[in-house]
């Protein structure tokens, strides 16, 4: 079987390959990958290198795939996995396998045959051993492949804790009922957060959205308005804090009595939202710190007269399990989560290596990548225009998101990749 992937080589050294994969072992899985998702993790492990903690130091001479957010179909399964899973089945990947033998090993950074940006990959016996292949039962591949930043969302939700007076245990969770912000909210994990706290079993009662940029609130608004949150049994409000003068003041003032929150989240690693968020919390509140910053010396003031007399706390996750990502994936197939919001970009296998070393550069939200496609990095928005007017009229009608039709008429239609 060959392959054609995206294969890194050392720092910014990225290439477009087609090379033979072995044969399977017995203990190993051939799979065919449909779509994977560009991660900002992939941009700094191209950044990075042979410097990067998941890249094995001899990537100069054993290259590896990258892309950790894919989905896809099962081919060909070695005799050891035949009584568990078997070709034709879809599947995502939890990237994070915990393996005690390498605890820095994950698909995308360390294999040098599996990652997402390729066509064929080969799935090795640390996947299976460690529980970290998950069957995905939904119809659209784009879904399976932003399970991975779905679950970072749910597990913000779940390493959030609370205590009740006279008792040292923890109560793991947002405060189901109860007073939540989401503060730099309208961004692409920001809108994952809203769905799923609309939608979760677990929701807060009153649910408060921020950011500085009235555009991306109008559409926040638009995706997920007030009406439908109200029928969840969650009073939504969106708050532009831009030029208050007070902004904790308003944000308490959202609070019956001006109680302030019991979970707070903050989406943006920015000194002064940290800060926003230490002043709006309630007896017990907990903050959740979401946003990755990438200087190691990111730092915000906190209240610590709060932390001895009104029980504050922070909390934080840089993703999420694999119980995290099976909830994900469950909820999207049974159509109570859709994660279509974040991507605001579709492309082919062929445009990986710019939209990767570039991503900071490019705006907007996902960038799905069809890998057995060649097709230029393209705004959601402008398909009908750049790729096909059939194609920009599905996207229309889903109310401007990328849907599982769309994702059938770009792959039944759309260029295939060069052999």
């Known amino acids: 079987m060959e392959t054609t992937a995206v294969r890194l080589y050392g720092r910014r050294d990225l290439r477009l390959e087609r090379f033979a994969l072995p044969p399977i072992r017995d203990d190993e899985i051939l799979a065919k990958i449909v779509s994977d998702s560009v991660c900002m993790s992939s941009h700094k492990a191209a ?38 899973v078997r070709p034709g089945e879809k599947f995502s990947v939890q990237p994070a396998l915990n393996d005690p033998d390498n605890v820095h090993a994950a698909p995308g950074y360390s294999f040098p045959h599996l990652g997402g940006d390729a066509t064929y990959v080969i799935l090795p016996a640390v996947v299976m ?105 969650v009073e939504l409000r969106y708050l532009n804090t831009k030029g208050l003068p007070d902004v904790p003041g308003a944000l308490r003032a959202q ?91 579709v492309g082919g296998l062929d445009c990986v290596i710019d939209t990767t070393l570039r991503l900071p550069e490019i705006p907007g939200g996902k960038k799905l990548i069809y890998t057995h496609l060649s097709l230029p990095l393209t705004a959601v928005d402008e398909v009908g225009r750049r790729i096909d007017p059939a194609l920009g009229a599905i996207v229309e009608r889903h109310g401007g998101l990328w849907n599982p039709e769309a994702e059938a008429w770009l792959l039944a239609h759309g260029r295939p990749l060069p052999a």
Not at 327 to 345: F, K, S, V, Y
């Open 47 to 84: 950044e990075q290198g042979a410097a990067h903690k998941r890249v094995p130091s001899d990537v100069a001479e054993r290259p590896v795939i990258i892309g950790h957010e894919f989905c896809g179909e099962i081919c060909e399964v070695g005799a050891k996995w035949r009584d568990l």
């Open 255 to 345: 609070t019956e009595g001006g109680r302030g929150f019991d979970d707070v989240f903050v989406y943006a690693p920015v000194a002064p939202v940290v800060e926003q968020a230490d002043a709006i919390l309630a007896y017990d509140g907990c903050l959740n710190f979401f946003a990755g910053p990438t200087d190691p010396a990111f730092a915000a003031r906190f209240n610590f007269y709060n932390v001895h007399y009104m029980a504050t706390h922070v909390a934080g996750n840089s993703g999420g399990n694999t119980d995290d990502m099976r909830e994900a994936l469950a909820m999207m197939a049974g159509g109570r989560l859709n994660p279509a919001a974040m991507i605001t970009h």
């Open 129 to 233: 051993e460690r529980d970290c292949l998950l069957k995905y039962e939904g119809d659209a591949f784009f879904m399976g492949s932003l399970a991975e930043p779905a679950s970072c969302i749910v597990g913000g939700f779940h390493v959030n804790y609370h205590t009740a007076p006279g008792s040292y245990e923890h109560q793991m969770g947002i405060r189901a009922g109860g007073d939540m912000a989401l503060l730099a909210g309208v961004g692409p994990m920001g809108l994952g957060a809203i769905d799923y706290a609309l939608h979760s079993d677990r929701r807060p009662g009153l649910l408060v959205v921020t950011d500085i940029d009235e555009t991306r609130l109008a559409r926040a608004a638009a995706l997920y308005p007030a009406d439908e949150a109200r029928r969840q049994g």
